[in-house]
């Protein structure tokens, strides 16, 4: 008899976590509440070699690039359709240090350093100076809407809430984003979800750019999305203006001014204390397992983990230690 997987939740892990499993010969179904809130909603897609103030490139970088670049060559063939773009990306310098550190970094991802005078010419306040990044940018709510049609097309998609009873005899695998937080049978892991704020603005910079904070234009021309903001308190408040000011603020080696704010919005980001994601089988209800925690790296790691997660069901391949549930699991 063929396995039954049922994927709950399609925000980008549950809709890439799909498409992984309908490689394979199971049956699939895939529900959604659409719940507010998501973090895919308002997911930018941008996939940053070097994250945080020290630059650092993650120890899995380059496994987890090279399946998402292998599973977006597999989705755009089949749909027709691009969703993952390479891009420049100028990382604006906080700090002298980081100016230093530029010359030090994974040369496959590092590029030219600019001086403050070079950014002048482009138009940007950079006293630290620049350097140029190769990365990508994923079309996250193009995608999602695109897959979603897809499998409403194939009738394996369901608008609707999970119910235990309805589904005897599947495996289920809950992708719930932020709201795992109140999942009852996965309660009480060390999630740490964060709400993240983003805005639309008129702009004539046509460049990627981040400090922290990114600037990213939009195809419709003199638009971009910039933000985000981290709070991990009332995460349910929507838009805040404290959180417009601190964006704008954080951009200012853009001047940019608030007339220029054409739409805002916020989402939830599941993240966890260790901000590594929480894959696996329950530790009593093998046929539950979860799929979450990817946290503002989802867009670099949810291939690469979607491919683990599809070993472990079809051929009980371990998943490696540090995304795997039982990692947290305190053994008696």
């Not at 600019?114 to 630290?128: F, M, N, S, T």
């Amino acid at each position: 008899m063929k396995k039954k997987v049922l994927i709950v939740g399609h925000g980008l892990a549950g809709a890439i976590l799909a498409q992984e499993f309908l490689k394979q010969e199971v049956d699939v179904q895939v529900i959604d509440a659409s719940i507010p809130h998501s973090a895919s909603s308002v997911s930018a897609g941008l996939i940053n070699p070097f994250i945080g103030p020290k630059l650092n490139l993650p120890t899995d970088f380059k496994v987890c690039i090279e399946a998402t670049v292998s599973f977006f060559a597999e989705i755009e063939h089949s749909l027709g359709k691009k969703f993952l773009h390479t891009v420049q990306l100028f990382r604006i310098f906080t700090s002298m240090k980081q100016a230093a550190l530029w010359p030090l970094l994974e040369s496959s991802y590092a590029g030219k350093l600019l001086q403050d005078v070079d950014c002048e010419k482009l138009g940007l306040i950079a006293e630290h100076g620049a350097g140029i990044t190769e990365a990508w940018r994923v079309d996250t709510q193009e995608l999602i809407a695109c897959l979603r049609a897809q499998l409403e097309a194939e009738n394996i998609f369901q608008p609707i809430s999970f119910n235990e009873e309805d589904w005897k005899g599947w495996t289920v695998i809950f992708c719930e984003g932020f709201r795992a937080i109140e999942n009852p049978w996965f309660f009480g892991l060390p999630f740490a979800p964060a709400q993240g704020e983003v805005l639309t603005i008129e702009t004539r910079h046509n460049r990627n750019l981040s400090n922290g904070t990114w600037h990213l234009p939009l195809p419709c021309g003199e638009k971009a999305w910039v933000g985000s903001t981290w709070k991990h308190e009332d995460l349910e408040s929507g838009p805040t203006g404290a959180a417009k000011e601190e964006i704008l603020r954080r951009l200012g080696f853009l001047r940019l001014q608030y007339s220029e704010v054409m739409e805002h919005k916020s989402g939830v980001r599941s993240g966890t204390i260790d901000r590594n994601p929480i894959l696996g089988r329950h530790w009593e209800i093998p046929h539950f397992m979860i799929f979450n925690g990817f946290g503002s790296r989802g867009c670099t790691t949810i291939p690469y983990s979607a491919r683990k997660m599809v070993e472990l069901v079809m051929n009980e391949i371990p998943l490696p230690r540090h995304i795997d549930l039982s990692r947290l699991i305190k053994k008696d």
